[in-house]
């Protein structure tokens, strides 16, 4: 049985009732990962977002000219990671270690379809909360980008 | 009369059709900015998206500690700017200035919401291939502060 609590005060649910969320509930899946377990690896195909329940993660990308794993994010209870993959199935654009046990709640882009095809107007509420949350990644981003001249020029 | 040629091939409108995009032509408008002119100033709030039909302009972001203004993008015909603020009204991120004279096809945050009355369904496309479009960028933002670990840390 999964428990629906840490969707109902997610951004991704705003506008959206607890009994619209307990009607799609059966598109989302519980998963478990042990300490050091990768969830995902950076260039490998994702196409789920992860809504974290207990523990914390860390999100990898790597350096090109070294190779090394360098730390971007760290995430935990109430974070949410794979927003990106959830619409637009693609390589990860960074890797994800568990750091200590962890759970989330899943759901895949198939599942997402489904929700569209199941109740449009939940599914657009959904999307529209997500172009959100992502378009505020995407203005913090730019702002720090903004802080370094030399990497505005990568932009161009 | 609004040519509506240049938006059937942006990514916005992939999956709607032409008569569906003809359906919802009256929410767009189209305005007309001269050299120099801005378009949208930084911390001023903005609520829409432009479609570049013709001309060319710059985004510019301020620089905290200089108060100067830095180029972060040029876009030009065929290009958009404003998806953020379509989807959530706020200070705009960036300033907006035409290089040469320039006219765009505008939607506002009020339009969009009246074509979610109108057309769930288009609604709904639309805003999943907006979110698709800002997560693509939100990628490259990504990699590009990787490329530097002193800007990571401002992130955690």
Request: net charge negative.
């Amino acid at each position: 049985m999964v428990d629906l609590t840490a969707l109902h005060n997610h951004s991704l649910f705003g506008g959206i009732t607890e009994d619209q969320i307990a009607r799609i509930k059966d598109f989302f899946i519980l998963e478990e990962y042990g300490e050091g377990d990768f969830i995902e690896r950076e260039g490998e195909t994702g196409d789920r977002i992860y809504f974290i329940i207990e523990g914390q993660v860390e999100i990898l990308k790597k350096i090109t000219e070294t190779g090394k794993l360098s730390r971007i994010f760290m995430f935990s209870e109430g974070d949410v990671f794979g927003e990106m993959e959830l619409i637009d199935v693609q390589p990860c654009a960074a890797s994800v270690r568990a750091l200590r046990p962890t759970t989330a709640l899943t759901l895949s882009n198939k599942g997402l379809h489904q929700i569209s095809q199941y109740d449009l107007k939940v599914f657009s509420l959904m999307i529209m909360n997500l172009a959100r949350d992502i378009s505020r990644r995407l203005r913090k981003a730019d702002d720090i980008i903004a802080l370094c001249p030399e990497l505005n020029k990568l932009k161009e």
